[in-house]
């Protein structure tokens, strides 16, 4: 059986990817950029890659039409809130448009639990989506979930983010709605089991975990869990914008991601009751479980997808590869070069970068310039990086995204996703020679862009003449 996998490098796709070839089936994957899917070779040889925009109708040429079964999973809750509802919109129904010339048995789409009459614009958009998806010439079916919770899911680490930094919380009204979370992998069983379950087809379910929790609940279990004392006092008077930069500052989430997830958790988001538990099956685990079985991947460097591993919004009409060859006329670049005697040692030092490793030298410097980028709704350095010690394509650095990695040719190439008036490239590389070239360009935007260098170049010439040094000799 051939199964169309859409959003193939997003967080729940990657995590259904797994468990699609473990049942044996035939996975085309859809992806903007074929770059970006990182998976291990054993998984890759198994699979068909394609890519195709669902934007753009054109590329639809790519899209085989002997499939059997598809996944609907393409969504972000990053998207600028004027035009996501119209993008989701429009990628709903061409994708529509194309099932309706194929043959397919079945759709499958991961929707969100909207059982109240007034829902926030995430909700209503997926209900939209939802309604576009059920009026195709097609079996489908409709899975509505609320909170994930698994390594790497945006829920989790958001409460990881509250409990870890703060002792006491004054938090919003809002930690006080009921919602019910549910464990990533009983996400990827209901919707691998209801493929191709005649009594599945064209029906919606929602589904959930064991238990309805209020989101203080959550995070109070989450702090008994780490063995950690919170005290958590609710105020009335927090606004929606105030709300949203409180999560923004104390959490990894971007600005947008924050304000969108403030708007939905005003809502209930409770299953309705229905047989899909015993028709499949599954026993869904409870919130402590998935908190559990979360931190076992971490401490085992598992995480096989993040939240973070999206790009930010500068690329949502590009490809990564696009930005790949770095500019040279109209930008700054700070040049410098060392040679190095254990070539190995300084790759591993170079693919290490980040995260808990820090920045080689003046590291607070880096965090000073992430609290500013979050000051004016940037990413900032809090999402860190997945692994300490792997990186692909594709993957976050604090707020640089990788835009290639190949160590056998000991070369990384990063794009800044900071808040900047111009655009920014960081390159490490190391010639046949055993020299180390470290290479910043800054492409400006205008007269502020320019301005923005001139103020900061004399600390660039501090930070990089000590941070190759330091990477060429680090142990």
């Known amino acids: 059986m051939k ?159 509250i409990v870890e930094k703060l002792p006491v919380m004054i938090a919003p009204k809002w930690l006080l709605t009921k919602s019910q979370p549910i464990a990533i992998r009983d996400i990827t069983a209901f919707l691998s089991k209801v493929l191709f379950n005649e009594e599945c087809m064209n029906q919606v379910f929602d589904i959930g975990g064991p238990e309805v929790l209020t989101y203080k609940e959550m995070l109070l279990q989450y702090a008994d869990i780490r063995g950690l004392k919170r005290r958590i006092f609710i105020v009335p008077i927090m606004t929606t914008q105030f709300s949203s930069y409180w999560l923004f500052f104390i959490t990894t989430t971007s600005f947008r991601l924050a304000t969108t997830l ?82 190995e040692k300084v790759i591993d030092n170079i693919w290490s970068i980040g995260g808990e490793r820090g920045w080689y030298f003046a590291t607070w410097l880096w965090k000073i310039r992430g609290f500013f980028d979050k000051l004016v709704g940037g990413v900032g350095l809090s999402r860190g990086r997945k692994h300490p010690s792997e990186v692909h ?32 490239w960081l390159e490490f590389k190391i010639d046949e020679n055993n020299i180390l070239h470290q290479i910043a360009t800054f492409r400006p935007k205008g007269v502020l862009g320019r301005f923005y260098w001139g103020v900061t170049m004399p600390l660039h010439y501090f930070i990089f003449c000590g941070m190759i040094r330091n990477i060429a000799n680090a142990k």
Not at 267 to 288: R, S
């Open 262 to 343: 403030v708007q939905s958790m005003k809502h209930e988001v409770v299953c309705k009751d229905n047989d899909l538990e015993k028709l499949l099956n599954i026993q869904p685990i409870t919130y402590k479980e998935a908190i559990e079985k979360a931190f076992i991947k971490i401490k085992q460097n598992m995480v096989i997808s993040s939240w973070t591993d999206p790009v930010h919004d500068t690329f949502l009409s590009h490809r990564l590869s696009e930005f790949i060859e770095v500019p040279e006329f109209g930008c700054y670049v700070n040049r410098k070069s060392i040679g190095v005697d254990n070539t």
């Open 3 to 161: 199964i169309l996998l859409t959003g193939a490098t997003g967080y729940v796709a990657r995590r259904l990817l797994v468990v699609l070839i473990d049942l044996g089936y035939e996975v085309v994957c859809c992806v903007r950029d074929k770059r970006r899917l990182n998976v291990s070779s054993s998984i890759m040889d198994r699979i068909e890659i394609v890519e195709v925009d669902f934007l753009d109708p054109l590329t639809f040429v790519n899209l085989p039409k002997d499939i059997d079964a598809a996944y609907y999973l393409i969504h972000s809750m990053e998207s600028s809130p004027k035009n996501f509802h119209h993008l989701e919109s429009t990628c709903a129904t061409n994708f529509r448009d194309f099932m309706n010339t194929t043959n397919v048995k079945q759709v499958v789409y991961l929707s969100g639990i909207a059982n109240q009459a007034k829902l926030s614009k995430h909700l209503a958009s997926r209900k939209n989506v939802e309604e576009i998806l059920l009026s195709g010439n097609y079996n489908i079916t409709v899975l509505r979930a609320g909170i994930i919770v698994g390594s790497g899911s945006a829920s989790f680490e958001i409460i990881r983010d």
């Open 393 to 424: 394509i594709g993957a976050a650095i604090d707020f640089w995204r990788v835009l290639y990695e190949d160590r056998p040719g000991k070369r990384l190439l990063l794009y800044a996703e900071m808040k900047q008036p111009g655009e920014a």
